[in-house]
């Protein structure tokens, strides 16, 4: 039977993927609380997109002022109370929602792929000068602290979201080179990879296309858990005033305003941290959900 | 006379995404006091699944045991409490299994798995040993196996041994607990044929020595031969065929079984065959009645609609296959 | 060496240098392999057969000695080699667990060589692939898009066998093929690999440790002892009548399934001891310390490769060269 119809080659190979995804969401879903992480962050992250739309405030995120409303208990008009200059909390949690997915977003494409790749390279050379070359500058920058790195650089630039951002980013990528470079190194001897090698496959191609997609799944686990650590490390920013600066409703930030007035106030602190805590935990859970996915099943 | 474990009718499933395997399909083997009997069967038959049903450390929310009984001593261990199964799984049962990696901790030293093997199997029994005789016994136990330089042994991490010598340790391991029952699934099957030619012979001689019943599984016909007084032949989760050894292994009666002594390269050189057309069943969605009827070339119709029963044909020797009886 | 050989080993040294010492793991063999032959080399742990294909195949560069395949010399690492050396020599690995790339459908494993080697253009390759899978008999509408781990291990050896054709190779080493699979399924792939070595003129490397498939299967034996060869025989010579005291130890001690081959093992020697380490080759004779029938020159002096009256090649005292 001669099989080389281009079109039926295309199907088979889409409904491979396709079974490939029901079956991770069926691993997926076997952890309830995995799919709770997943609808709560999917809610997040629908808000935070159409915050413009849904918020009953919209306004309030930009610079607003209504001292009639000013510190005001939650109430039904004002479902997180509102802030000393009147503006509406919740919808302002929900903008200030952007910005810490913004962050986790930027940071982690401008830090992942570098250290993927340095990882790579850096374990696929192991025992040569490229290795030690890479892996030391690596743990240079794994010496020195993200948050005081950010800071020291942030002082240093104007403190708003852009440089926080790349700062961190600027620390972030070393974690993923060393753990790709120990999956990288260890995957090296496989026979696959060896037989690749003996085949005559550029060392481009045994990297990227052998050896990579067996590192794809605790990168992508690493990832999803590392999202709750960016948007704390940004909130910590915020607070301490380098970050977000107001009147953008950045959590940290707005974290940071409301806790000069506790107790008494109390409600303009502790829904933009529940915000915060809410976003960390539910990334943590998909992050579960996500490593149950690409275990092996063993039978 | 004594049946020391009788599994009865085990059925076994595991449900996985693409719905429930059912695995064992009523596995029934028995093992006497002091006798060595053979299990074997291909990849994929469920003899390592029926180990560690016996155990009863199959991963249960995958795993569900469905069905029969598996009586030692006459008790069934499927009801046991977890305190009797720790006791049983301390004194009475000991395992060998395929891969020594997964047996020994890589973080620990040869040394502390061993002593930790022989003071806790000792203290179950009341008896308390001196440093001196824990090390007497760990380094006579290593021994046995044929190590080389106990001593240096000892203080190595698993992963500087070789294969070879980390299957032999966790064979000495589970000699020096001194059970009654040892489960040993494949535990030469990466050995070199001298060293396993050692191994099984040494094996022979403690399991007479402490008077062990030994439940020997394999995929090699070869080794149930010179170790095995009785065996069972196993495919696609149920015992077709059992036997004296020398019995089975000169007039093989059920199809699967003939098939497999046919497929063996032998040294009379008579070129390899091609050995059993087909694959083993897929468990989601098994052949009704016999499942080996879709590879049997006797099947009839009767071996689409029920599952034979085992049919004797004389001197201990039983065949779950049709043509020995049962057609009408 | 004869004019058909492709390939031709000789004075091979492959010493690893390690802290403990030098891991001595081939010392000094020589054999050559005729075009379609089938040499078996058989070893235990030790032995240095492994390394020895490993360094024919060029993952490491040998010490000292010369490696000619079809009339050039090749003995560097692969790296070295040239692309037309590595489409002509192929391997096909013991586990098929683990060389098949778990995250990569059959398709993208097969297609490798073929892009390597620019073998068809992208159009043609499917229909390659096709017919290289029909070759081993899987049928490629459901095999190419699947994974390897939706496969059995026979199936998986044999897209390995697939893998290695795709090339047209002219000479393949089989690293214990058929170890990890059950024996229902070894016949059948042994069977394939002899029809492809017949119809597309393959000369084979077959190393295993199982003699019995060995006695089916290898036109030459060679044994392997602590990186040096013991004997090399033709095959139904060798298992006739067996001439190196560790050739009647290994022959001895393997387990077999009927009487009938029970009386052609030659008697039994107990074998004892362990395989040294080849970091602590014993003086002499390599083989001295575990051999029944030793003779005091053979703990002083190593003994040479002897041609005897019916060709076969032996390395023992008890057999001096004439």
């Not at chain 1, 940071?107 to 340095?118: F, K, Q, T």
């Amino acid at each position: 039977m001669q099989w080389n119809d281009r079109r039926a080659d295309l199907q088979a190979t889409l409904k491979q993927r396709r079974r490939g995804v029901s079956r991770g969401w069926y691993k997926f879903s076997r952890n309830p609380l995995s799919v709770v992480g997943l609808v709560v962050l999917g809610i997040i992250v629908l808000a935070a997109i159409f915050a413009p739309y849904i918020t009953p405030y919209p306004g309030h995120a930009k610079p607003y002022t209504n001292f009639a409303q000013a510190s005001q208990a939650p109430s039904a008009e004002h479902w997180f109370g509102t802030d000393r200059v009147g503006r509406d909390i919740f919808s302002r949690v929900i903008f200030g929602y952007r910005f810490s997915l913004l962050i986790g977003a930027v940071v982690l494409s401008l830090g992942v792929a570098p250290g993927v790749i340095l990882g790579l390279i850096a374990g696929y050379h192991q025992g040569t000068w490229v290795e030690t070359g890479i892996m030391r500058i690596t743990d240079v920058f794994l010496a020195v602290p993200p948050l005081v790195l950010a800071l020291a650089i942030t002082a240093m630039l104007t403190p708003n979201l852009m440089n926080q951002m790349m700062a961190i980013a600027l620390v972030w990528w070393p974690w993923y080179a060393r753990l790709v470079f120990a999956l990288a190194s260890s995957l090296r001897s496989e026979y696959f990879v060896r037989e690749a090698e003996l085949t005559g496959a550029s060392k481009l191609h045994i990297m990227f296309k052998e050896i990579l997609p067996n590192c794809f799944a605790p990168v992508m686990t690493k990832m999803t858990l590392d999202m709750g650590i960016v948007i704390l490390l940004g909130a910590t920013l915020s607070f301490i005033g380098l970050g977000v600066q107001p009147p953008k409703p950045g959590l940290g930030t707005m974290v940071a305003e409301g806790a000069k007035r506790l107790p008494g106030e109390w409600w303009g602190t502790v829904f933009p941290a529940l915000a915060i805590v809410a976003v960390i935990l539910a990334f943590n859970l998909v992050g579960d959900g996500l490593r149950d996915v690409f275990s092996v099943e063993e039978v | 006379m004594d049946r020391l474990l009788a599994i009865k009718d085990l059925h076994v499933g595991f449900r996985i995404f693409e719905g429930q395997l059912r695995v064992l399909n009523g596995v029934c083997l028995d093992v006497k006091e002091g006798e060595r009997v053979g299990l074997v069967g291909e990849t994929g038959c469920g003899k390592t699944t029926t180990v560690k049903a016996v155990l009863r450390v199959l991963p249960t929310p995958p795993a569900r045991i469905t069905g029969g009984e598996i009586i030692y001593n006459g008790q069934d261990i499927l009801k046991m409490t977890r305190r009797q199964m720790t006791m049983l799984r301390r004194h009475e049962l000991t395992a060998i299994f395929q891969d020594p990696l997964q047996s020994l901790n890589p973080v620990f030293t040869i040394g502390t798995q061993l002593r930790d093997i022989v003071r806790d199997s000792a203290i179950g029994r009341g008896q308390r040993l001196s440093r001196r005789e824990v090390e007497a016994r760990c380094l006579s136990a290593l021994h046995e196996t044929g190590m080389p330089d106990p001593e240096r042994i000892m203080t190595n991490y698993p992963v500087q041994l070789s294969g070879g010598m980390r299957q032999r340790i966790c064979i000495a391991e589970a000699l020096s607990t001194n059970a009654n029952l040892l489960l040993a699934d494949e535990p030469t099957t990466n050995l070199d044929v001298t060293i396993q030619d050692q191994i099984l012979r040494k094996l022979d001689e403690l399991v007479e020595e402490k008077g062990a019943s030994v439940v020997m599984i394999t995929h090699s016909m070869g080794v149930v031969r010179d170790l095995t007084q009785r065996v069972n032949i196993m495919y696609a989760g149920s015992i077709v065929e059992m036997a004296k050894t020398r019995d089975l292994l000169e007039r093989p009666k059920h199809p699967y079984t003939q098939g497999l002594m046919a497929s063996v390269p032998k040294l009379t050189g008579e070129g390899v065959s091609e050995g059993i057309p087909g694959r083993i069943p897929n468990y989601l969605d098994p052949p009704p009645g016999c499942r080996f009827h879709p590879r049997c070339e006797h099947r009839m119709e009767i071996c689409e609609m029920t599952a034979p029963p085992f049919f004797e044909t004389g001197d201990e020797h039983q065949v779950a296959c049709y043509l020995y009886g049962g057609k009408t | 060496m004869t004019q058909t050989s492709i390939l031709t080993v000789d004075r091979l040294v492959k010493h690893f240098p390690t802290k403990a010492g030098t891991v001595r793991a081939v010392d000094d063999i020589a054999f050559d392999i005729a075009t379609g032959d089938t040499l078996g080399l058989v070893g235990e742990s030790g032995s240095g057969k492994t390394t020895t294909a490993q360094c024919v195949l060029g993952i490491y560069p040998p010490t000292s000695g010369d490696i000619v395949f079809e009339g050039a010399t090749i003995g560097v690492m692969f790296n070295r080699r040239s692309k037309e050396l590595k489409r002509k020599i192929r391997i096909v690995f013991q586990d098929p667990g683990s060389s098949l790339n778990p995250k990569r459908t059959i398709k993208q494993i097969l297609s490798v060589p073929l892009r390597v080697h620019g073998i068809g253009t992208d159009r043609e390759r499917l229909t390659t692939m096709s017919r290289l899978l029909e070759m081993v008999e899987l049928p490629p509408a459901d095999y190419l898009y699947k994974y390897p781990q939706a496969i059995g291990g026979g199936e998986k050896q044999m897209v390995a066998i697939a893998r290695a054709l795709a090339t047209n190779p002219r000479f393949i080493v089989l690293d214990e093929p058929t170890s990890a699979l059950d024996v229902s399924v070894q016949g059948k792939i042994i069977n394939l690999l002899m029809r492809l070595a017949k119809e597309l003129n393959l000369t084979y490397l077959f190393i295993t440790h199982d003699l019995s498939l060995m006695r089916n299967v290898a036109t030459r034996v060679a044994i392997m002892y602590l990186g040096k060869l013991c004997e090399i025989a033709r095959t139904e010579e060798f298992f006739r009548s067996p001439m190196h005291p560790y050739t009647n130890m290994l022959l001895s001690s393997i387990p077999v399934v009927t009487e009938q081959e029970e009386s052609l093992k030659p008697k039994k020697i107990v074998s004892q001891g362990e395989i040294p380490s080849p970091v602590n080759i014993p003086p002499g004779c390599s083989f001295h310390l575990r051999c029944p029938e030793r003779l005091p020159i053979c703990s002083e002096v190593d003994p040479e490769m002897a041609i005897q009256e019916d060709g076969r090649v032996v390395r023992c005292h008890l057999f001096p060269a004439r």
